[in-house]
C-alpha cells in the first residue's frame, strides 16, 4: 500500500508496557476483557467483566476441589474442538447468556468411568468431558444430571454412552454434547409408556448444542425438549432405531427456539420432530429416511402443531409417510425441500418468520444433502470446530499443532520461528499454540502459508501479548528507508485463512517520544488475504490500529472479528477489505495530549465491493462526549473511483460519538460514498436527517453479515 494518504498526522503521548502488559489493557476507565474466547451481550461491560470473574471462580474452585481426576489436562491442552461454540439459535445472546460455548473456561478431564463422568458432569465448575470409552450407565434408564457450562465429547469415535442419557434441568444452561453414541436402554416394548429412558432429555434449559452424536435404541425418546426449553441447536447427528424419536413441547407457552439442521433420520416411526407451542422451529438441510421391506415404518415425519411456527428448507424426504404435518393453528413455510417415495400429507400455510434476523447460515443444495449427511453426520474419528459440510462432512484430519513458549517449554521461542516451520503450500491447518507471555516480535505469515492459526493458550487474551513500536516514519534497521504504514504492523497476514484467537496484538509505538517525527501511523495488525477469522482478540493501539487490506485492488479479501477489542484513535480500522466486526467493542482512546478527538474508521473500499460492516457491537471509551467520527472516506493516493463504504448498525454507541457521525477527507465528500446506520442505541445514536443517513428496511436487509461475506460462512478451527 502506498504511504500517500493525505491525512493530517496526529500526535498523543505513548504508552509503555506494565507488567508484560500493554497499560492500555490496565488503565483505569478501560473496559475489562473477557477470558479466552469471551462473549459480548448487548452490555459489553458486563458480560466481559462477568466472564472473567466466572473464570476466576472456577479457577479457585478447581483448586479447591484437591482430588485429582482420572485424567487432567490445563485449559492450555484441552483439544482444537474444545473451542468451538454454536451456531443457529444456541448461539443467540439471551436470558444472560452469550452463546453457547460449554466448558471451554475450565479444565479437560478424560472420563472412563460412570462415577468420574457423574462427578464432573454435576460440578459447578465448568469443565470439558471427555469420555474416552464405552460407559454402562447402572442402573438402566438412569439419566446423568449435566450442571451448566459442560461440554460432554467423545473421543473419536470410541466414547459410548450404554444404557443411559443426560438430563439437563430447569435453569440449566451452556451445554454441549458432541461426538457420543448414546445407545441400547430399549427394554423390548416398542411404544413403551412405562420407561422414560431418553439419550437426552431437557426441561427448562436453554443454550445448549447437541452436535455430532449417534442417538439410538432408547426405550423412549432420543431427545425430548421439553417445558420451555430454548435456544438449542441441533446439527450433524444420526438419529435411529428408534420410537418416539425428538419431541419438542410439553408446555402450553410459546417461547421455545430451536434450530435443527444436518439430521439424518433413518428408521424412526414418529416425532422426527414433532414441535408443539414452538416460538420459532427453523428446520434445514435435515434427511428423512425410512427404508422399505424393514420392521420400522414411518407415522410421520416433520409436525408443527399447536402456535408453532417453523421455517423448513432444502430437506429431503425419501419413503416417508406423511412426510410434512401442520395443525390448523401452526404455521409452517417450506422452502426447497425434496420428496423422493413419500405418501400422504405434505401441508404448508401461514407466515412464520425469517432465520436470518437471528442468526447468519448457509444452505447446502438439496440434492448435495443425503450425501453429506451419510458420509457426515455422527461421531468422527477427529473432530474439528466446524460443523458444516467443509469439514465435517469429510473426516478432514486433526490440525498440525506447533508450540510457542518464552521460557523453552515449547518447541518455538518465538511466534515468527513457528510460522517459518510451516511448509509452503500447506494443505490443511496449523495451529500455532503460544504459552503467556510477552512476544516482541514482528511476525509476518507469507501468501504461501495458508491455513495458520495464531492462539493463545492463557485463560485470558490479555495473558499472551505479541507486541512491536514500529512506525511510519520510522527508519528501518537496515537503513533501506522507512517502515511506511503497512511495514509498521507487528503482526502482518498475507496468507488466505488465517486464524487468530485468545491473544493480544499491540503496537506501543511512543508517539509523545517521537513527536517529531513525520509519519506515526503505526499498525497493530494487518490483514491482506481471504477469510480471515479474529475471535477473542484485543488488537491495540492508537492511531491505524487495524488494517484490513487485500492482496491487490482487484482481489477480494474478507474478514470475520467477533467478540474482540480493537483500540485506538485516529483511523483504527482501515483498509479496502470487506470485513465484518461483529459483537465487538471499538474502544476510542484519547491521543497522547489528553485530548478527545479522532476516526473510529477510514474504508478505501473498490467500487462494486463490499466494506466495513459493524454489527451487534459496541463504541465506547475513556473519552470525552462528542469527539469521535464513525468514519471517513479514505480515497488512497486519491483514487476518485474507490467508493468506500461503513455500515453501523444494531449496536451500542456511547455519547463519544458525534451527532453528524461522518466527516469528509482529502478533499472527498463523505456524501458521494456509502456510509450509513440502523437501528443503533444509546447516548451517542441519533435519529435520520440528511447528516446522518439511516438504511430502510429493505435496504437493511442486504446489508448484513450474510450478505456481506457472501458463499463464505466462518468457522474457527
Known sequence: MTEVRGRARHRRRGKALVIGVPAVLTAAGVLAYGTAFGVFGADARAGAAAVEAKAGAAKAGAAKAGAAPASTAPAAEAPVWARAVAD????????????????RDGRTVTVRTLADLEKYATAPEPYVIVVAGTITVNPTGKEIKVASDKTIVGSGTSGHIVGGGFFLGQGVHNVIIRNLTIRDAYQGIWNDKEHDFDAVQMDGAHHVW???N???????GLIDSRKDTTYVTVSWNRLGTNNKTFGIGWTENVTA???????????????NPSTDNVAHAHLYNNLLQDDPGTN???????????????VLENSVFQGVNNPVVKDGTAALVQRGNVFSGTTGRNESGGTAFDPRTFYPYTLDPTAKVPALLRSGAGPRPTIGTASSASTASTGAAAPTVLTVAKDGSGRFTSVQKAVDAVPAGNSSRVVIR???????????????????????????RKDTVLVEGHASGMTRPDGSGTYGTSG?????????DFQARNLTISNDFDEAANRDLNGHQAVALRTAADRIVLDGVIVTGDQDTLLLDTAAKERPGRVYVTHSYVIGNVDFVFGRATAVIDRSVLTLKKRWDGTSAGYVTAPSTPAGRKGFLITRSTVNGDVAAGGFFLGRPWHAGGDATLSPQTTVRDSVLSAAVKPTPWTDMSGFSWKADRFAEYRN???????????RPHLTPTEAATQDTLHWLGDWTPRTS
Do not use: C
Request: proline letters at 6%; glycine letters at 14%; a negative charge.
Open 88 to 103: 443457529g439459535f444456541a448461539s443467540v445472546d439471551a436470558l444472560g447468556q452469550q452463546g453457547t460455548y460449554g466448558g
Open 210 to 212: 447437541i452436535d455430532h
Open 214 to 220: 449417534d442417538l439410538r435404541h432408547m426405550a423412549d
Open 257 to 271: 427456539d430451536l434450530t435443527i439442521h444436518h439430521n439424518w433420520f433413518r428408521e424412526t416411526e414418529q416425532r
Open 296 to 310: 420400522i415404518t414411518s407415522s410421520y415425519g416433520n409436525y408443527a402443531r399447536g402456535k408453532t411456527r417453523m
Open 434 to 460: 503460544v504459552a503467556p507471555g510477552v512476544y516482541r516480535e514482528t511476525v509476518k505469515v507469507p501468501s504461501n502459508k495458508p491455513q495458520v492459526t495464531i492462539e493463545g493458550t492463557g485463560g485470558s
Open 488 to 496: 509498521s504492523a507487528t503482526v502482518a497476514v498475507e496468507a488466505d
Open 681 to 691: 442505541t444509546g447516548p451517542g445514536s441519533g435519529p435520520a436527517h440528511p447528516d
